[in-house]
């Protein structure tokens, strides 16, 4: 079945950069609409980013637009998310999953941790 596994995360200074990976496998990744979640503590997890399988078409929270950048690799079968300027409030866990009619598909990975702190 579909396996998802985030890597890429870390702990960063505010200002910084991560580049977070997901590899999927399992399934055609190809004809998928993907998404980048985050989940915070005491928060619920929050879609960031989507980016579209027939044109790799983009959509970004506001609370991410013009410092988050999603992208994929259909040959890798790898989703990314490249961070910049990063702040403290996007300390969370990040996941990745597939997504139909605003719904996320699979059963979650393990995410990847990034904490942004001096």
């Known amino acids: 079945q579909e396996q998802l596994v985030e890597s890429g995360g870390g702990l960063v200074q505010p200002g910084g950069s991560l580049k977070l990976s997901c590899l999927v496998s399992?399934?055609?990744?190809?004809?998928?609409?993907m998404g980048w979640y985050r989940q915070a503590p005491g928060h619920q997890r929050e879609l960031v980013a989507t980016i579209t399988a027939l044109n790799g078409a983009t959509d970004y929270d506001d609370s991410v637009k013009g410092r988050f950048t999603a992208s994929r690799d259909n040959y890798k079968s790898t989703l990314y998310l490249q961070m910049s300027s990063l702040k403290p409030e996007d300390t969370a866990v990040y996941y990745c999953?597939?997504?139909?009619?605003?719904?996320?598909?699979?059963?979650w990975g393990q995410g990847t941790q990034v904490t942004v702190s001096s």
């Open positions: 999953n597939g997504i139909f009619k605003g719904r996320a598909l699979w059963t």
């Open positions: 399992g399934t055609d990744f190809t004809v998928r609409t």
